[in-house]
């Protein structure tokens, strides 16, 4: 069943240095590896929000079904309408949305519509009827105020008998239940969730509710991650925090591949970490330990770890908090999505004036923090958050987005236009 060995995907990479791994090619090797959630089930149509289509849905039926009326007003023969000067018919009867089709109408008649009726045979325009005036069992229309073939809604115009309405591997949205609700949709095949294990490791750590010890720190990764993946619709398995200590280590990632998909542990795979974590990741996977040409988070573990005769992917992120935020958009949140079977579901990427220059080595991808807000001519700007440092969480709360700052960009001055991922949405 596997394709490649970590090796394999690593020669096939013409510039693959895990001393020095540029952003891209982490990002393109980790997708060479990914497996899919191939098992599909069937949810009610509510369920299905936020989940992946696992089928194309076809549309059985034209939305709509017929045509109708797009406003309240009549119906009449576009031909009959005098360009010259008033248009006189006389008002045959009323269609009311979900009525029956009205009869064939004489000429210079019309038919009173509502919104949503059915068109009746042979009329092909609906005049809105405050532009109408009536005189008695007749409406008059001024010249100009309407053009044949306005304001009437052509069967299948929404969607046509056949047509795909929305593909495989789409994540539903909201307006996607209320499309697959107007083709008569009870039921949706959606993928499986995506079984997700998150654990941190490290000696210092400490769960809520425990007392802090000198030297020691809460454990905040675990729930950073565990709001990243709620936001991506994935099933979380949250194993703990794991002391720096083999045993406990090997048995939490044993526990973690036979458990999930894919393994996000932060901590311990920094260099000259005095730590287990990478010999025990090592023993009982395939992995690659990896320093990545970005800031924050350089040091980060790929793998995968074999249990019940498939692979769980490993995620060996850096246990500072920012690292694992930045890290996690980086690299992980988008493998998750592939790996659930999603199509390429990309953070929305604005750009933004920076207020302030900014300094940038090339050679680097940089993310930095920034608060986006709109500056007094209405365009967008940006503002790195005060201090950068890689443990400081708050300004990661402070943010709405990371400046991306590419390999080869240098410093930037204040006024340049610079990349900002967001992942949140914005106060204009
Ligand atoms: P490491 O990558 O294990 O060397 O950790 C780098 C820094 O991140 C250290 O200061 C750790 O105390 C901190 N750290 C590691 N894991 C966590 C965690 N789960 N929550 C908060 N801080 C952490
Ligand atoms: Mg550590």
Not at 131 to 138: L, M, V
Not at 172 to 199: F, T
Not at 389 to 402: E, K, N, V, Y
Request: charged share 20%; aromatic share 4%; hydrophobic share 45%.
């Amino acid at each position: 069943m596997r394709m490649n060995t970590l090796a394999d995907i690593a020669r096939s990479l013409p510039e693959y240095d895990p001393q020095s791994l540029r952003v891209d090619l982490a990002r393109d090797f980790i997708a060479r590896l990914l497996p899919r959630v191939s098992t599909t089930e069937r949810v009610a149509l509510r369920s299905a929000l936020g989940r992946v289509l696992a089928e194309d849905i076809v549309s059985p039926i034209n939305v709509p079904a017929a045509d109708n009326s797009a406003m309240d007003g009549y119906a009449l023969r576009g031909a009959e309408l005098n360009p010259g000067g008033d248009t006189r018919l006389k008002v045959a009867g009323t269609s009311l949305a979900g009525g029956a089709a009205a009869q064939d109408l004489p000429p210079l008649h019309c038919q009173r519509i509502m919104t949503g009726a059915l068109m009746p045979p042979g009329l092909d325009t609906v005049v809105p009827q405050e532009f109408t005036r009536s005189e008695g069992e007749f409406i008059v229309i001024p010249a100009g105020c309407v053009r044949a073939g306005d304001n009437r809604r052509l069967a299948g115009e929404d969607l046509a008998r056949g047509q795909v309405a929305l593909a495989a591997g789409r994540i539903v949205r909201p307006a996607d239940l209320g499309l697959i609700a107007s083709l008569g949709q009870a039921e949706v095949a959606v993928r499986r969730r995506l079984r997700v294990a998150i654990l941190s490791t490290g000696d210092e750590l400490r769960s809520l509710g425990q007392p802090l010890e000198q030297g020691c720190v809460y454990d905040s990764n675990r729930y950073t991650l565990w709001g990243l993946l709620q936001r991506l619709g994935v099933e979380v398995i949250d194993l703990g925090v794991v002391k720096d200590d083999p045993d406990a280590l090997r048995q939490a990632f044993s526990e973690a591949a036979a458990s999930a998909d894919a393994i996000i542990s932060s901590g311990g795979v920094s260099v000259g970490e005095a730590d287990h974590t990478k010999r025990i990741m090592a023993e009982l996977g395939e992995v690659l330990f990896w320093k990545i040409a970005m800031r924050p988070g350089r040091p980060m573990a790929i793998g995968r770890i074999p249990s019940g005769g498939r692979d769980a992917i490993l995620f060996g992120l850096p246990g500072n908090p920012v690292a694992v935020m930045v890290t996690f958009y980086a690299f992980v949140r988008e493998a998750l999505l592939a790996m659930a079977g999603a199509q390429a579901q990309a953070l929305p990427m604005l750009c933004a004036q920076s207020v302030k220059p900014l300094r940038k080595k090339p050679g680097r991808t940089e993310y930095q923090r920034g608060i986006v807000s709109r500056a007094a001519d209405g365009r967008w700007q940006v503002e790195i958050t005060g201090n950068q440092g890689s443990g400081i969480l708050s300004s990661m709360s402070q943010a709405d987005g990371l400046v991306v700052l590419g390999h080869e960009q240098g410093d930037v001055a204040a006024g340049d236009p610079v990349d900002v991922l967001l992942f949140e949405g914005l106060n204009g």
